[in-house]
């Protein structure tokens, strides 16, 4: 991104037709929203847990009560615990363009703050979002004039039927992984085996490298840079292990009911079965939460309000969507502070 600030008069001129087209798209967007009856929500933004991911990392303050007494609070990484106690409250379609927060993240595909798009169908089948994801990009490319998606000198083009692979096909089939025999039916992960075949590709890795950091590297050194290359790419069944919100596939345990879509190498969204057992949930959110203390040194405390709501939640598939990036894509803009009104500097 250029050196010289958003605000200058010739930058803004450079910017501006790039930003007009994010607004094109995003009102096409709220418009197909609309007509597919989903009503768009504005979650608070100010939680008592942001997350209970290993790597994510929250921005943290102080809330003050009248009584002069701090309590700790996050911003939001995602609107996704708000919006599922919506679902459990008796919504049934509900969407939001969300401004989110994460610590650590920044750099042409990322901005500490960006807009999250995040929708929720109750009662319908995960696989319907790969179809909402597919309809949005071609609504952004036709809000910023063209057919294809741009980035990385790679073209998409949206119009065209997606590519739908299972994460342990692609594995295969980029990296020469046989991820499934890594895993086990009971969730366990054998990173020793992950381990040798890493390095028998070529692969370097750090001596105290668990499974999910193995798949993590596998994943952006040798697969990423095929996904959505011409078409819009769903890479599909997530191993559960990497999965903590989704439902496990009712085929194969180790697999479970998540997927990311990609574009010119880039994932634009990522989508689950939502996994409605609290017992589950809470038990996966201590898990991870146990890995951050040991790598992190921190931990975040669990919603207790969002486990309790998932018992009355109904079976629902959620996605969220990195409306930053598409429009980035859309615009084949280098940069995603280039598609941002006030970007970070």
Known sequence: MSDTPWWDPARHADRRPALLARNRAQAAIRAWLARQDFIEVDPAALVTSPGNETHLHAFATQV????????????????????????????TRIAAFAHVWRNREAGPRHSPEFTMLEWYRAGEAYSVLMEDVAA????????????????????CDPFLPAERVPVARAFARHAGIDLLATLAADGTADAAALAD?????????AADDTWSDIFSRILSERVEPHLGIGRLTVLDRYPAVEAALARVCPDDPREAERFEVYACGVELANGFGELTDAAEQRRRFEAEMDEKARIYGERYPLDEDF???????????????????????????????????TPLR
């Open 64 to 91: 003050i009560g009248n009584d002069g007494r701090p309590r700790q609070m996050y911003l939001h990484t995602s609107p996704e615990f708000a919006m599922k106690k919506l679902l459990a409250a008796g919504e």
């Open 136 to 155: 949005m990009a071609r609504l952004a490319c036709e809000a910023a004039g063209t057919r294809v998606l741009r980035a990385r000198g790679h073209d």
């Open 197 to 205: 075949q890493a390095r028998a590709a070529g692969i370097g890795l």
């Open 307 to 341: 486990l309790a709501a998932l018992e009355i939640m109904p079976e629902a598939a959620g996605i969220a969507l990195g409306f930053d990036r598409l429009a980035m894509l859309a615009t084949a803009a280098p940069h995603i502070g280039d598609v941002i009104w």
